[in-house]
């Protein structure tokens, strides 16, 4: 039988063992109609190619400074994205959201801010609103969240999604969202992008999305989540971002589109996702959250596992790589990071979430880990959320 990646089914039995003790201790796959086995079900799956000769990502990991970061008393703090700038200072662009409001009202009440600092830990403190609200009639006009900043040749972009919506503005004295309105908002997420000469602005919005949802495919409810690299070899912009094919439900899934300039137009170079990890009876095996850098030889990209179901930790990270940003690999050992976190002070914690990881690459290598993250009596309910940070190793 011929699988999702042109392998027959005699070729399929001989990958690697210790993948395989990986998946099936999960349950990763079911080996009928299935993933590696089959490609009724799943169109276009990674590969399960091992990349020996790496040491595994999670073994970079240093103790994180517990002052370190990005954090408000008066505001929820989301999703760090930082660059060094021509000042020599790191700039960290963010989600943030006033507490009058609840956690949830991310959808509704995001803006994009930027804060700063000396040092790549921090702490950062802030600067300005860099996207702020603009009106009803923008595709982003009421909400930007989610930041990815690079620099492109002589230029800095910075991706993130927006929304709009035709209900009021959540405020202190009218907090709610119904169901509806929430998810209204939440339908409207799409990519946007932003250009500027410097870090500190001004900032060009581009007035239509970089990349639109398709009907009646894969990603025909929202894009959202963007993860965009530079192509040495070519100078194109890659552009990871997420979707799903109907809403709220799962499982989320992960395409690629390549532009020749910031601007656009950025085109599918897949018309599936680029990665698959449901089965027929649990769609909640996906990925979202990624970043992709280009490490000198190839793509990298950390992920979030959702479910725990792949790197065996709920929330955890996944380490994957690629040579041309479509065919991704899981790495041997493919968990990236945990959410139990050892602090400087040598304090250990088990953080109630550990979302939106993102590398500061400096002189071609990952040197920090940063991720939204917040303290709270159980899953998505928090007194209060930061931007953590932690150190990497270089010499591995």
């Known amino acids: 039988?011929?699988?999702?990646?042109?392998?027959?089914?005699?070729?399929?039995?001989?990958?690697?063992?210790s993948i395989m003790k990986t998946f099936n201790r999960r349950d990763f796959l079911e080996l009928s109609g299935q993933g590696f086995i089959g490609a009724s079900l799943l169109p276009f799956v990674f590969s399960c190619e091992r990349k020996t000769g790496a040491p595994p990502f999670i073994d970079r990991i240093l103790p994180a400074p517990k002052n370190g970061g990005f954090q408000d008393p008066d505001y929820w703090i989301w999703g760090a994205s930082v660059i060094k700038g021509e000042d020599g200072r790191y700039h960290m662009f963010a989600s943030r959201w006033t507490k009058q409001v609840g956690f949830g009202n991310w959808v509704t009440n995001s803006e994009v801010v930027r804060a700063t600092s000396d040092t790549p830990v921090g702490p950062y403190e802030y600067q300005e609103v860099v996207l702020p609200i603009r009106g009803k009639a923008y595709f982003d006009g009421m909400c930007t969240h989610n930041p990815r900043v690079i620099k492109y040749r002589d230029k800095y972009l910075l991706y993130y999604f927006g929304t709009t919506y035709d209900f009021p503005l959540p405020d202190a004295e009218n907090p709610e969202v119904s169901q509806?309105?929430?998810?209204?908002?939440?339908?409207?997420k799409r990519i946007g992008l932003a250009i500027s000469d410097a870090v500190t602005g001004p900032w060009k919005r581009l007035d239509h999305?970089?990349?639109?949802?398709?009907s009646e495919h894969w990603d025909a409810s929202i894009t959202s989540n963007p993860a965009p690299a530079v192509d040495p070899k070519t100078g194109k912009i890659l552009l990871m971002y997420k979707s799903s094919t109907e809403g709220l439900t799962p499982p989320l899934?992960?395409?690629?589109?390549?532009?020749?300039?910031?601007?656009?137009?950025?085109?599918?170079?897949?018309?599936?996702?680029?990665l698959r990890f449901e089965t027929t009876g649990n769609n909640r095996r996906d990925v979202e959250d990624p970043y992709i850098w280009w490490?000198?030889?190839?793509?990298?990209?950390?992920?979030?596992?959702?479910?725990?179901?792949?790197?065996?930790?709920e929330g955890?990270?996944?380490h994957m790589w690629s040579e041309d940003g479509v065919k991704w690999n899981l790495f041997e050992q493919i968990k990236a990071y945990s959410r139990d976190i050892l602090w400087d002070d040598g304090t250990r914690s088990h953080q109630n979430h550990f979302e939106r990881p993102f590398l500061l690459i400096e002189d071609g290598k990952p040197t920090h880990l940063f991720a939204a993250t917040g303290t709270g009596p159980k899953a998505w309910q928090f007194d209060r959320t930061w931007n953590m940070v932690i150190p990497l190793r270089t010499d591995i």
Not at 209 to 214: D, F, G, S
Not at 255 to 271: N, Q
């Open 180 to 188: 509806e309105n929430w998810r209204k908002a939440w339908m409207n």
């Open 253 to 274: 899934l992960l395409g690629v589109a390549m532009a020749d300039r910031p601007e656009g137009p950025y085109i599918r170079l897949s018309d599936e996702p680029i």
């Open 316 to 318: 955890g990270g996944v």
């Open 295 to 313: 490490n000198g030889e190839h793509y990298e990209a950390i992920v979030k596992d959702r479910s725990g179901e792949i790197c065996g930790e």
């Open 1 to 17: 039988m011929r699988t999702a990646n042109g392998k027959n089914e005699r070729q399929d039995k001989l990958i690697d063992k």
């Open 209 to 214: 999305p970089v990349i639109e949802p398709r």
